[in-house]
């Protein structure tokens, strides 16, 4: 018993302890400079859109790899803490290298959005700046519904990524629509 609750409280531990994303800039979701809405709201040159793409489909690649891994290594957490016998210091070594993954992925998403903010005007990205709260909970609202449970269950709990149970029924389910991409 006390090593199941070991067990609990490394995972609970580190799971709270993640950084807060808030801190970091974040832009539109998705492939934003394609959605019409934010295109136009930005004014976007065709120029700039095409930069933009270039900019994502150099590093496409990289983020299936870091995707992969913090998937890979989700499961390779999750795997250890559902075993009777866990072991602490496992458990901790693949929670520590899965967030490690997860810092990985982020630092490249930011370092790519700070390659596009290049390809912006001064004005172009105030207006991001102002509307990122907006996109923010866009994204939340996005996650909590492909959990399909309110963002209650582990999809949107401590994975914080979309992993976990929910994720084979966001799979079953058509795209949510946003009224940007109509």
């Known amino acids: 018993m006390k090593k199941s609750a070991a067990v609990l409280f490394v995972f609970l531990a580190t799971a709270l302890a993640r950084p807060v994303t808030a801190q970091m800039p974040e832009g539109p979701p998705g492939k934003w400079w394609k959605r019409p809405r934010i295109a136009q709201l930005l004014s976007l040159s065709p120029e700039q859109q095409a930069k933009l793409e270039g900019i994502f489909s150099r590093r496409r690649r990289e983020f299936v790899d870091l995707k992969a891994d913090v998937e890979r290594r989700q499961i390779d957490a999750e795997e250890l803490i559902a075993k009777k016998d866990s072991d602490p210091k496992k458990v901790s070594t693949a929670v520590d290298a899965l967030e490690e993954s997860r810092l990985k992925l982020r630092k490249a998403a ?4 700070l390659e596009q903010k290049e390809v912006l005007s001064a004005a172009q990205w105030q207006l991001i700046l102002d ?4 996109w923010r909970r866009e994204r939340q609202m996005e996650r909590r519904g492909a959990a399909g449970d309110g963002g209650l269950g582990p999809a949107a709990g401590a994975g914080g990524m979309g992993q976990g149970p929910g994720r084979e029924r966001a799979k079953e389910r058509p795209p949510v629509q946003r009224p940007a991409d109509r």
């Not at 930011?110 to 959005?113: H, L, P, R, W």
């Open 131 to 134: 509307r990122r709260d907006e």
């Open 110 to 113: 930011t370092m790519m959005f």
